[in-house]
C-alpha cells in the first residue's frame, strides 16, 4: 500500500501567496486559491483552514534563486517567513527551487489566452502547482531509485 501525500505546496511572494495542493497518489498538483498577503496573522489563518481540510503535513516552499543558483535578498525573505508558517503552523517544509515558475505559470496562460496581467493571482497559483510539481517528480524519482538499488551483501 503507499503512503498518503499530504502535501501543500507555496509561492511566496511580497503581495501574494499562490497555494496548490496534490492529490492523494502524489501525482498531480492542481492550484488551490491565492491569499492576499495583508498580516501574518490572515495569512497563518487562511493557510491553517486549508491545512486542516486538506490533513496537510508538509509545506512544500518555492525558493527564488538567483540564475547563478546563490541564494540572494528574495530567497533570504522566503526562507525566513517559511520558517516562520512552519513553527507557527508546527509542519516541516521544504524548498524547491522555483527560478521560472512565474514565467512558465504566465507562458501556460497565454497559450490558454488568458491575460496574465489582469490574473496575478493565477499566476501565483499556477506557479505553486508548478512548485509542487517538481517536488512529487522528484520524490518519485528518488523512491524509485531506492527500491531499485538492492545491496550486494544482504
Same mark, same amino acid.
Given at each position: 500500500?503507499?503512503?498518503? @501525500?499530504?502535501?501543500?505546496? !507555496? ?15 502524489? %501525482? ?6 491565492? @491569499?492576499?498577503?495583508?498580516? /501574518? ?9 486549508? @491545512? ?10 518555492? %525558493?527564488?534563486? #538567483?540564475?547563478?543558483? #546563490? ?9 525566513? /517567513?517559511?520558517?516562520? !508558517?512552519?513553527?507557527? !503552523?508546527?509542519?516541516?517544509?521544504? /524548498? ?18 488568458? #491575460? ?5 493571482? !493565477? ?32
Amino acid at each position: 500500500m503507499t503512503q498518503k @501525500i499530504a502535501a501543500l505546496g !507555496l509561492d511566496i511572494g511580497r503581495k501574494r501567496i499562490g497555494v496548490a495542493g496534490c492529490d492523494g497518489t502524489g %501525482l498531480i498538483a492542481t492550484g488551490i486559491t491565492t @491569499i492576499e498577503s495583508k498580516s /501574518f496573522a490572515d495569512t497563518l489563518s487562511q493557510l491553517q483552514a486549508i @491545512i486542516e481540510e486538506r490533513g496537510v503535513s508538509l509545506l512544500v516552499v518555492g %525558493l527564488p534563486y #538567483s540564475m547563478d543558483g #546563490s541564494i540572494g535578498f528574495q530567497a533570504r525573505q522566503v526562507q525566513k /517567513f517559511s520558517k516562520r !508558517l512552519s513553527a507557527a !503552523l508546527h509542519l516541516p517544509i521544504e /524548498f524547491v527551487d522555483e527560478r521560472l515558475t512565474s514565467y512558465y505559470a504566465e507562458q501556460m496562460m497565454i497559450e490558454q489566452n488568458v #491575460s496574465p496581467s489582469r490574473n496575478k493571482g !493565477l499566476i501565483d497559483r499556477k506557479a505553486a502547482a508548478l512548485i509542487l510539481q517538481q517536488w512529487l517528480e522528484d520524490r518519485r524519482k528518488t523512491i524509485k531509485a531506492k527500491t531499485t538499488e538492492q545491496p550486494e551483501n544482504s
